[in-house]
C-alpha cells in the first residue's frame, strides 16, 4: 500500500483526469490511498494573452513541476498535448495513459443549427488555426482562452460561432451532447499526445505504484508524435501537428508544420514500433525539407 499526493491544476477537467490515473493506480495497488493537491498554474491566471505572447505550453506545468522537485506531491498528471517537449531537469515521464479519442470536435452555441458567418470559430492553437481556415474559407477564427467550462460560458454569451476542442476533454467532462460536428483526423490533424494522459514523476523515484499504469501502444505513438514536434523545435506559437497510429508492430505516424509560403506542409512515414522516436526525428526531417512522405 502507498500513501501519495498527485498533483493537479484546478479546472474540473485536469482534477478529473487526475482521477482517472489515481484509480488506474488503485486498481493495480489495492490500498493505496492518494491526496490531491491542485494548484492554479500561471497559464491559467493569464488569460487575456495567447500563449506564445506569455512564455508558451510550459506555463502551465511550472507550478507542478516546482511543487514535485520540492516533495509537495509525488506525481502530476498532465494532458499530454500541454506537456512541453522538454521536461524540467529533475524530472521525468513516468506513464502514458491509454489514449481516448484523439480527435478535435466542432461546439455550436446552445440552441445553435449552424455557423453564425459574423463571428469567429474559436481555438486555441495554431494548428488548429491554420487548418480551420481550409475547411471553413471565409469563416473568421480567433483565439479564445480559458479552460473548457469557461470557453463554453465565453461561446453561449455569443462571443463565437463555434468552438474547437479535443474530443478527449469534452468526453471526459460527459459534455458529448454538446458535440455538433466530429473532425476525422485527415480534416484537423491532432496535436501530438492529444488524447493521451501524461504522469511526471521525479528522476530519482523509480515510482513502483506506476507499473503496469502506462499503456505500451499509446506509449509508442505518444514517443513518436513527440518527437517529431521536439526535432522540428515545434512549441504552441507553432502549427505543428503529428498523429501516430498502430497496427500490430507498425507505427505509421503523420505529421504537419507550416512550409516558407505559410501553408502547411504534410507527410508519413511508417516503421517499427521499437523505432518510434527515430521515426518522429525523421519525418520531421524530411516535412522541414518541405517533401511530403508516403507511408512504406
Known sequence: ?????????????????????????????PGTRIGLVTMKTTGDKILDRTLDKVGGKGLFVK????????????????????????????????????????????ILPEGAEELDPSKPIGCASARR?????????????????????????????????????????????????????????????????????????RAEDPAPWLEGVGDPDSTACALAERAFVRELDGGCSSPVAAFAVLEGERLTLRGMDIGADGAPVFGSLSGRREDAEALGEALAHRVREGSVCTAK
Open 1 to 29: 500500500m502507498y500513501e501519495l499526493r498527485a498533483g493537479s491544476r484546478e479546472s474540473r477537467l485536469a482534477v478529473v483526469q487526475t482521477e482517472l490515473i489515481g484509480e488506474a493506480i488503485r486498481a493495480l495497488h
Open 63 to 106: 507550478e507542478l513541476d516546482a511543487a514535485l522537485l520540492d516533495g509537495r506531491i509525488d506525481f502530476a498528471v498532465h494532458s499530454c498535448k500541454d506537456l512541453p517537449m522538454e521536461l524540467s531537469p529533475g524530472l521525468r515521464l513516468g506513464a502514458f495513459s491509454r489514449r481516448e479519442d484523439p480527435r478535435d470536435v466542432l
Open 129 to 201: 488555426a491554420l487548418q480551420l481556415k481550409a475547411l471553413f474559407p471565409g469563416q473568421p477564427v480567433a483565439p479564445v482562452r480559458g479552460n473548457v467550462l469557461t470557453r463554453l460560458q465565453k461561446l453561449d454569451r455569443g462571443e463565437y460561432a463555434a468552438l474547437v476542442l479535443a474530443a478527449a476533454g469534452v468526453k471526459r467532462l460527459g459534455l458529448e451532447g454538446r458535440i455538433a460536428r466530429w473532425f476525422s483526423t485527415e480534416e484537423l490533424l491532432p496535436a501530438a499526445g492529444q488524447g493521451i494522459l501524461a504522469v511526471t514523476v
